[in-house]
């Protein structure tokens, strides 16, 4: 089993940033690529960012495009996600996940094969 726990989350104001990490034990981390979701009150969880097995290919939804960056760390077994200049509308659960393959991540929160319990960041106006 592959344990994951984020990190991170908090209050900021609009403009400001977080930097979100996600822990991961158990199974090889090089064995997964790694994502981010989120989940705002009464909508659907969805995409925010995915990485490869390899760190190589970076995937991103288009709303968040040019503001997060996701990276991982093999040596700490851990994934980040650098969020800047954020918005109010960030404002989410904010979740980690593993799968063997980025495209399963790219696709959707559907099908991951491990998940975190959720970090909650709030972006005030």
């Known amino acids: 089993q592959v344990q994951l726990v984020e990190s991170g989350g908090g209050f900021v104001q609009a403009g400001g940033s977080l930097r979100l990490s996600c822990a991961a034990s158990g199974r090889t981390f090089s064995s997964y690529a790694m994502g981010w979701f989120r989940q705002a009150p009464g909508k659907e969880r969805e995409f925010v960012a995915g990485i490869s097995r390899s760190g190589g290919g970076t995937y991103y939804a288009d709303d968040v495009k040019g503001r997060f960056t996701i990276s991982r760390d093999y040596a700490a077994n851990t994934v980040y996600l650098q969020m800047d200049n954020l918005k109010p509308e960030d404002t989410a659960v904010y979740y980690c996940?593993?799968?063997?393959?980025?495209?399963?991540?790219?696709?959707?929160?559907?099908?991951?094969?491990?998940w975190g319990k959720g970090t909650l960041v709030t972006v005030s106006s």
């Open positions: 996940a593993a799968d063997p393959k980025v495209g399963t991540i790219v696709s959707g929160p559907r099908g991951m094969d491990y």
